[in-house]
């Protein structure tokens, strides 16, 4: 998604809203996994629904840190400030999903947990999407969105190369959370 058949660089807008509808597809998967309960798979495709949607959220709550953050709120005091209450946002959620992956993935604390994670993360990209993208998109011009897509584009793809660290600091910040991770699921996980 790097670029249109056109070959111009895509919208940050575009970009950002295109992780929104992924990370909600996840998350109604997620949801209507609780209609499987019982079935031998579920845990298997619990898990691995759980650590895509960890992942993608993580990397797209880095990704609006670093290159969005900047050019929404400029720099100094108060655009600090600014920043700080959208990364509040984002942690809130971030702790939200590391609670869930205390529990056994499908158990009845799980679901509570991921559920509170689910909707906290839901009001997030809704305000987002009815406030900052809709000023952004007022603000920005069509060459600077463009650019912030280069830059999008090219700090995501930066880290989906990286290796994932236990210390959070890479790929994957929930890849050590056991009930979150396929690679340690026993039960016939690929």
């Known amino acids: ?27 109604k998967a997620l949801s209507e996994a609780a209609r499987h ?12 629904l759980c650590q895509r949607l960890a992942d993608l959220l993580e990397a797209h709550f880095a990704a609006e840190e670093e290159i969005c953050g900047p050019a929404m709120f400029g720099v ?16 809130d959620i971030r702790e939200a999903v590391l609670e869930a992956c205390l529990y056994p993935v499908g158990s009845a604390l799980w679901w509570r947990t991921a559920g ?11 305000r ?14 069509d060459g600077q969105r463009r650019s912030l897509g280069r830059q999008w584009v090219a700090f995501t793809s930066a880290r989906r190369r ?21 690679a340690k699921v026993s039960h016939g996980a690929p």
């Open 1 to 27: 998604m790097t670029t249109p058949s056109n070959g111009s660089a895509v919208d940050i807008i575009d970009l950002i809203l295109a992780d929104h509808r992924r990370i909600r597809r996840l998350a």
């Open 37 to 48: 309960a019982g079935e031998p798979h579920l845990h298997w495709m619990l898990t691995d």
């Open 76 to 91: 100094g005091e108060c655009a600090a400030g600014q920043l700080d209450e959208v990364i509040a946002d984002h942690n």
């Open 116 to 126: 509170a994670a689910l909707a906290t993360s839901a009001i997030h990209l809704d």
């Open 128 to 141: 987002e999407e009815s406030g900052l993208l809709t000023d952004c998109q007022r603000v920005w011009s």
């Open 162 to 182: 990286a290796p994932a660290h236990g210390d959070g600091s890479a790929a994957s910040r929930y890849s050590v959370c056991s009930p979150c991770s396929p």
